[in-house]
């Protein structure tokens, strides 16, 4: 399995739009079978921002990469991410490709 960690800093003033946003982004990643590993996780980051984390499993990269691209090209996919660069102030994307091989996981990074 392939897990890809996203972590979001969600914008000042945006935290409860933010959290809406997101469960309409669960229900898409439903409707689009996006499996997800946990999350969003919500957290605060060393400045007292509001920090979520995002998990998915994937089978490869390009599987990934591909799911992400056909769900958000068009439609209501096209729609919610459209509204994202206004409720986040920044993104960092983290990938496992041997996430679930023999032995332990691997962490995620530590911020």
Known sequence: MYLRLVRTV???GMADAYWKW???ILDLW?????LRA?????TTGPGGEGVAVWLSLHDSEEQM???FRVMY???RGRELIGRRPALVSA???????????D???LLPPAW
């Not at 439903?30 to 996006?34: I, M, N, P």
């Not at 993104?91 to 091989?101: H, I």
Request: proline share 11%; aromatic share 12%; charged share 30%.
């Open 91 to 101: 993104t960092t994307e983290g990938w496992y490709p041997e996430w679930d091989t």
């Open 10 to 12: 969600i914008a000042p």
């Open 65 to 67: 990469r591909e799911q």
């Open 30 to 34: 439903d409707e689009h079978g996006v």
């Open 22 to 24: 997101s469960r309409e």
């Open 73 to 75: 090209s068009e439609g």
């Open 103 to 105: 032995g332990p996981a």
């Open 38 to 42: 946990g999350g969003p996780y919500a």
